[in-house]
Structures are given as structure tokens and as C-alpha cells.
């Protein structure tokens, strides 16, 4: 950096017109609220603000912008930080300062991380809970249609062998049971299937779909035999459809493919990953209670004990004890898919201590 005759600081730079590969030799002069650029060929004087600099990156060449495509790169970063200072302007940036320190870039880093922490943890399920509420009925149909076909296909499901009349009983016990005060009883679709490679469970889709197994039913025969055992475990999946459970977990799953899915309106894409992201679908502790208490108080509203599910978990949780070992070499291996449902004893425990309701 030099000076001029009438000693004002001025400083080599290189210009471009923005039009052209054409590079200039000039010198820049900052005179407190305007900037000059001459050189040979160019002669410019305006207005200076600090929005015009691009921020310092390390030792890369800042750029010094105009309105007109035009800009300047300067190379000298001490004397033009000088000559700024010396105008009365700020020399860098907060971020750029901020940048050049280490233990910044670390804190900065820190706070990033716990921001997609707590993103994770809390807006997540929220902005999941809201995009499920905007997914029409005849979408979640759809999903339904598209996972039960999928499990058709690879032969997973077979046809019921259940009797109509079994299967009439259990459907009409649930359909006649009422929801009390305050709580909702969602639309359902009961759907009995044969599958010795599921093995007993029943398990709620999106569009209301309650997909029983036949092994279930056979389970709950065992002794101690109690055929509302399997009505216990329905009113628990018919809270996994009150509270959308299964919808906001596919979406809490892939929540941006689903929002922009939403938002454009093109269903195709969405469709194409619903069976597999249905079959991996693995509810949380939370979820898990919100279903339980939503089986507790609609058991308890039609005078039937909570211990029905309570009973039931336990049988599923001793069947499985047992049928564990020799499924990890299952050829579907379908128990890690469908241990939708973690069997433990608090869940248990709670169930158990209450009351009918008089």
C-alpha cells in the first residue's frame, strides 16, 4: 500500500468489468463513505458500504462488489484491513473473526451438534405428529394396501384357517365395544391371516388396518384359555390408531421424502417405501404406554379387567422366549420386523393392578 500526492492511502487491486475475462490493474482509495478505483481505462467513484466486501475466508482474495456486475480482488488483506480501519470501518466481520478462532469454530461445532440433538429428540416427533394429521385417508389406505400385498407376495401371509364364525366372534366383540368419556373410537379394518413365519401378533397400519394372526387366537386358546385376551390386545393396537402411531413413525422416519412427497403432491414415491418402512416400524416406550392406556381405560369403560392384555403379554413374552433361537435363522427373520411390541415387566406390572370400572 502507498500513498497518493495528498496522502490518502491507496492500495493495488486487480478489476473486473463483469462482462469480460479482461482483467485491470488498479488502485482502490477508501475515502471514509466512498470508494475510488482508477487505474487506466477505469474511473469510478461511489458510495461504500461494508455489504459490497465478500468476508475473509483464510488467505483466499477478497472481492470488493458493484451494482453492475463489476468487482474488484484484493490481494493485500493486512493493508486493506488497515485502510478500513483508518476510514472508520470495521476491518472483518463477526463471522470472520469468529472463523479465525479456533475455539470458536469448536464451540460453533458443539452448538450444531446439540441443535440436531435436540431437533432430533423434540421437533422431530412434533413436525411428524403434524405432517401425519395432513396425510389424507386415502393415502393411508393405500399405504395398507401396498404392505398387506407385500406380505402376500413372499407368501408371508396365508390364508386364515380360523372359522368364520371364530372370526365373526372376535370382530364383534371389538366393533361392541364403547369408548369413553373424552376418547375416540377410530375406524378399523380387522384382517385375519395364517403366518407361522410371524407367529402370533397383531399389529395396526396407518389407513386403520388391524392385521390379527391366527397364531395369536391360538395362543390366547392355550391355558389359561380366555378368548377377551385377544380383545385386549385389539383395544391396544386400536390406541396405536388413535394416536396415529404407526403414521407418525413412518414419517418421524423419513420426514423430508414425506414432507416434499406432501408438499408436491406426487404420492408414487412415497408409495414405493411404505412396505418395507411398515415392516420396520418399532414403537417407542412412550408410544407403547400411550397405546396401553388407551386399551386400560376403554377395557375398564366395558367392565372387562386390564389383566386380559396383561395375560396376553405374558404368553407372547414366554413364546417368544422360547421361539427366539430357532427364528434367527428364520428365512424371513420377519421376528426383528414385527417386535413392534417390547414385552417388559413395568407394562405388565401396571395392567395388572387395576380395577374394573363399576
Same mark, same amino acid.
Given at each position: 500500500? =502507498?500513498?497518493?500526492?495528498?496522502?490518502?492511502?491507496?492500495?493495488?487491486?486487480?478489476?473486473?468489468?463483469?462482462?469480460?475475462?479482461? &482483467?485491470?490493474?488498479?488502485?482502490?482509495?477508501?475515502?471514509? *463513505?466512498?470508494?475510488?478505483?482508477?487505474?487506466? !481505462?477505469?474511473?469510478?467513484?461511489?458510495?461504500?458500504?461494508?455489504?459490497?466486501?465478500?468476508? #475473509?475466508?483464510?488467505?483466499?482474495?477478497?472481492?470488493?462488489?458493484?451494482? *453492475?456486475?463489476?468487482?474488484? $480482488?484484493?490481494?493485500?488483506? /493486512?493493508?486493506?484491513?488497515?485502510?478500513?480501519?483508518?476510514?472508520? =470501518?470495521?476491518?472483518?466481520?463477526?463471522?470472520?473473526?469468529?472463523?479465525?478462532?479456533? #475455539?470458536?469454530?469448536?464451540?460453533?461445532?458443539?452448538?450444531? /451438534?446439540?441443535?440436531?440433538? /435436540?431437533?432430533?429428540?423434540?421437533?422431530?416427533?412434533?413436525?411428524?405428529?403434524?405432517?401425519?394429521? #395432513?396425510?389424507?385417508?386415502?393415502?393411508?389406505?393405500?399405504?395398507?394396501?401396498?404392505?398387506?400385498?407385500?406380505?402376500?407376495?413372499?407368501?408371508?401371509?396365508?390364508?386364515?384357517?380360523?372359522?368364520?364364525?371364530?372370526? +365373526?366372534?372376535?370382530? *364383534?366383540?371389538?366393533?361392541?365395544? &364403547?369408548?369413553?368419556?373424552?376418547?375416540?373410537?377410530?375406524?378399523?379394518?380387522?384382517?385375519?391371516?395364517?403366518?407361522?413365519?410371524?407367529?402370533?401378533?397383531?399389529?395396526?397400519?396407518?389407513?386403520?388396518?388391524?392385521?390379527?394372526?391366527?397364531?395369536?387366537? &391360538?395362543?390366547?386358546?392355550?391355558?389359561?384359555?380366555?378368548?377377551?385376551?385377544?380383545? !385386549?390386545?385389539? @383395544?391396544?393396537?386400536? !390406541?396405536?390408531?388413535? %394416536?396415529? =402411531?404407526?403414521?407418525?413413525?413412518?414419517?418421524?422416519?423419513?420426514?423430508?421424502?414425506?414432507?416434499?412427497?406432501?408438499?408436491?403432491?406426487?404420492?408414487?414415491?412415497?408409495?414405493?417405501?411404505?412396505?418395507?418402512?411398515?415392516?420396520?416400524?418399532?414403537?417407542? #416406550?412412550?408410544?407403547?404406554?400411550?397405546? *396401553?392406556?388407551?386399551?386400560?381405560?376403554?377395557?375398564?369403560?366395558?367392565?372387562?379387567?386390564?389383566? $386380559?392384555?396383561?395375560?396376553?403379554?405374558?404368553?407372547?413374552? +414366554?413364546?417368544?422366549?422360547?421361539?427366539?433361537?430357532? &427364528?434367527?435363522?428364520?428365512?424371513?427373520?420377519?421376528?426383528?420386523?414385527?417386535? @413392534? %411390541?417390547?414385552?417388559?415387566?413395568?407394562?405388565?406390572?401396571?395392567?395388572?393392578?387395576?380395577?374394573?370400572?363399576?
Amino acid at each position: 500500500m =502507498h500513498t497518493t500526492s495528498n496522502s490518502l492511502p491507496m492500495l493495488e487491486a486487480i478489476y473486473f468489468d463483469g462482462h469480460s475475462a479482461k &482483467k485491470w490493474p488498479v488502485t482502490i482509495t477508501l475515502l471514509k *463513505d466512498n470508494i475510488r478505483v482508477e487505474g487506466e !481505462g477505469v474511473h469510478r467513484q461511489e458510495p461504500f458500504t461494508p455489504a459490497m466486501l465478500s468476508s #475473509r475466508l483464510g488467505n483466499a482474495p477478497r472481492q470488493l462488489h458493484f451494482n *453492475d456486475g463489476a468487482y474488484c $480482488v484484493i490481494q493485500d488483506h /493486512a493493508a486493506f484491513e488497515k485502510m478500513l480501519e483508518d476510514a472508520g =470501518h470495521q476491518s472483518r466481520s463477526t463471522v470472520s473473526v469468529l472463523e479465525s478462532h479456533w #475455539r470458536y469454530a469448536i464451540i460453533a461445532l458443539l452448538l450444531t /451438534a446439540a441443535a440436531i440433538v /435436540a431437533a432430533y429428540i423434540w421437533a422431530l416427533p412434533v413436525v411428524a405428529d403434524e405432517v401425519a394429521k #395432513r396425510i389424507p385417508a386415502h393415502l393411508t389406505a393405500q399405504m395398507d394396501q401396498q404392505t398387506l400385498l407385500l406380505l402376500d407376495k413372499t407368501k408371508t401371509l396365508q390364508p386364515s384357517i380360523l372359522t368364520l364364525a371364530e372370526q +365373526r366372534s372376535i370382530r *364383534d366383540q371389538l366393533s361392541a365395544l &364403547k369408548a369413553p368419556a373424552g376418547q375416540t373410537k377410530p375406524e378399523f379394518e380387522l384382517i385375519f391371516r395364517n403366518s407361522e413365519a410371524i407367529g402370533p401378533n397383531a399389529f395396526a397400519l396407518p389407513g386403520g388396518t388391524i392385521l390379527v394372526t391366527d397364531q395369536l387366537v &391360538k395362543l390366547a386358546n392355550q391355558s389359561p384359555a380366555d378368548a377377551r385376551q385377544v380383545i !385386549g390386545v385389539l @383395544t391396544h393396537e386400536l !390406541g396405536h390408531i388413535y %394416536h396415529r =402411531h404407526a403414521l407418525r413413525q413412518f414419517v418421524q422416519g423419513s420426514i423430508v421424502a414425506v414432507a416434499m412427497t406432501w408438499y408436491l403432491g406426487d404420492i408414487s414415491s412415497l408409495l414405493a417405501t411404505v412396505p418395507t418402512a411398515m415392516l420396520q416400524t418399532k414403537y417407542s #416406550r412412550e408410544l407403547e404406554n400411550q397405546a *396401553d392406556d388407551y386399551a386400560l381405560h376403554m377395557l375398564q369403560y366395558n367392565h372387562i379387567s386390564p389383566s $386380559v392384555l396383561a395375560d396376553m403379554l405374558m404368553k407372547l413374552e +414366554r413364546h417368544y422366549a422360547i421361539k427366539m433361537p430357532e &427364528k434367527k435363522d428364520s428365512k424371513y427373520a420377519l421376528d426383528e420386523y414385527f417386535s @413392534t %411390541h417390547p414385552l417388559t415387566q413395568a407394562r405388565i406390572k401396571k395392567l395388572q393392578g387395576q380395577h374394573v370400572e363399576k
